[in-house]
Nanobody, 122 residues
Framework: QVQLVESGGGLVQAGGSLRLSCVVF????????MAWFRQAPGKEREYVAY???????RYSDIVKGRITISRDNAKNTATLQMNSLKPEDTAVYYC????????????????WGQGTQVTVSS
């Protein structure tokens, strides 16, 4: 059974930083692409960033330059380092995984975590 467990969310002031982690259980982590999405209240889930099995990365234009995605295959963990946070970054952040073909499209991912809340105060 595949499980994704996110952590690291919280309350931070505008301009601050947070580091989100996603640990994957139940699959050979190094073979799979990982992505982060977010969903704010009343809005659709939106793509943030992805990292492929061979460490290629791609970012949404709304976070480019402020967020870094990385992975540690030895720890089965994907990480999202978020800097210069803005109130509009407030959302529940989700990690997701799929086998090959990383994409910004949420419906392409077959396993999801439960989400971690990020709140940025002004």
């Amino acid at each position: 059974q595949v499980q994704l467990v996110e952590s690291g969310g919280g309350l931070v002031q505008a301009g601050g930083s947070l580091r989100l982690s996603c640990v994957v259980f139940g699959r050979t982590f190094s073979h799979y692409d990982m992505a982060w999405f977010r969903q704010a209240p009343g809005k659709e889930r939106e793509y943030v960033a992805y990292i492929t099995w061979n460490d290629s990365t791609r970012y949404s234009d709304i976070v480019k330059g402020r967020i870094t995605i990385s992975r540690d295959n030895a720890k089965n963990t994907a990480t999202l380092q978020m800097n210069s946070l803005k109130p509009e970054d407030t959302a529940v952040y989700y990690c997701a995984t799929k086998y090959l073909g990383a994409t910004p499209v949420a419906t392409e991912y077959d396993y999801w975590g439960q989400g971690t809340q990020v709140t940025v105060s002004s």
